[in-house]
T-cell receptor
């Protein structure tokens, strides 16, 4: 149990385009989902926390208008990188948490974004 | 500021030996700790967790030790195997927060 998927697993796009990444909890209802960004050889940096049906809470320094997060259902959250630029190239990872499972977060496999 | 950090960035061990990965945290209000394993190009994988009311917890080949006095957390892997090679992150949760704070990670290299 506690499987989280992400789609796509990797994406290459041109500078200025928008990219949508999906995060799904496959066998549980995720009351809370988290989006992280990870640069090479670095730790995971939390970008935002989203609860189903409400606005996401962004960490300091993360532009909410650039990284749009939607958590429309208990099994799906999306992250849209708008007007992507080369500096947005990174490994984006989501995690999901179900209230009945306590505080443990289960992570998706990640999405590698390369902006040319 | 408050943070979670690791003592060793890289740990190299021989196959079959025991591995110990350490982690220090600075927030005394932290009450939940998790160890994750991350293989190259993949998302973190849950290994084991421990609450602050415990000082030891065992899983399959892994043991987590928590020393609240010195704010130290360790992950012990018994009979380390090549498949254990990965980056290991500790993470902590503060009371009232939903998000985890991750340490900087330790790369474990298992030599055959």
């Amino acid at each position: 149990g506690a499987v989280v998927s992400q789609h796509p697993s990797w994406v290459i796009c041109k500078s200025g385009t928008s990219v949508k990444i999906e995060c799904r909890s496959l066998d549980f209802q995720a009351t809370t989902m988290f989006w992280y960004r990870q640069f090479p050889k670095q730790s995971l940096m939390l970008m935002a926390t989203s609860n189903e049906g409400s606005k996401a809470t962004y960490e300091q320094g993360v532009e909410k208008d650039k990284f749009l997060i939607n958590h429309a259902s208990l099994t799906l959250s999306t992250l849209t990188v708008t007007s992507a630029h080369p500096e947005d190239s990174s490994f984006y990872i989501c995690s999901a948490r179900e209230a009945s499972r306590g505080e443990t977060q289960y992570f998706g496999p990640g999405t590698r974004l390369l902006v040319l | 500021g408050e943070s979670v950090g690791l003592h060793l960035p890289t740990l190299s061990v021989q196959e079959g030996d025991n591995s110990i990965i350490n982690c220090a945290y600075s927030n005394s209000a932290s009450d939940y700790f998790i160890w994750y394993k991350q293989e190259s190009g993949k998302g973190p994988q849950f290994i084991i967790d421990i609450r602050s009311n415990m000082d030891k917890r065992q899983g399959q080949r892994v043991t987590v030790l928590l020393n609240k006095t010195v704010k130290h957390l360790s992950l012990q892997i018994a009979a380390t195997q090549p498949g254990d090679s990965a980056v290991y992150f500790c993470a902590e949760n503060q009371t009232g927060r939903r998000a985890l704070t991750f340490g900087s990670g330790t790369r474990l290299q298992v030599q055959p």
